[in-house]
């Protein structure tokens, strides 16, 4: 249910992302979400994507994340996929135990709701623990 896109900035992770949620349009049967942190897809996703800029709703941390992602489900039943662009810049922090943490309750949350995720993280791919690993 959960797929990480990792690496460096400038890897591409961004250009995979677009075109992934481009393509989730034609194939996901509900609604699709992106969650990001600044207005950089703006005008590269396609139109009928929910858009959330993360920085206008506070999410300080992962327990934070954790409640805004709970509520937009509890807000509509019909969203199929979460795509979070810049995890660790979202939630303002690195690549850490939290973030396997927040990474396994993601996967639980998304197998009892039927919702995929697709989630950036802009760290060394080679510095990614076998907790993230398994989620590549």
């Known amino acids: 249910m959960i ?8 890897s591409g992770k961004t250009k995979q992302m677009i075109e992934l949620i481009n393509n989730a349009v034609q194939t996901e049967h509900g ?3 992106c969650i990001e942190r600044g207005n950089k897809l703006t005008f590269d996703i396609h139109y009928q994507i929910r858009l959330v800029e993360s920085s206008q709703y506070d999410i300080a ?5 954790k ?3 709970s509520g937009l489900y509890a807000g509509n039943y019909d969203i199929t996929h979460i795509f979070i662009d810049s995890l660790t810049k979202i939630v303002g922090g690195e690549c850490n135990l939290e973030t396997e943490k927040f990474l396994d309750w993601l996967n639980k949350f998304g ?3 039927n919702i995929k995720f697709t989630i950036t993280i802009s760290d060394d791919v080679t510095l990614a623990s076998e907790s993230i690993r398994k989620y590549f």
């Open 61 to 65: 941390d992962y327990t934070a994340l």
């Open 67 to 69: 409640g805004f992602i």
């Open 111 to 113: 197998e009892q709701h």
């Open 3 to 10: 797929r990480v896109i990792m690496g460096k900035k400038g």
């Open 31 to 33: 609604n699709v979400v």
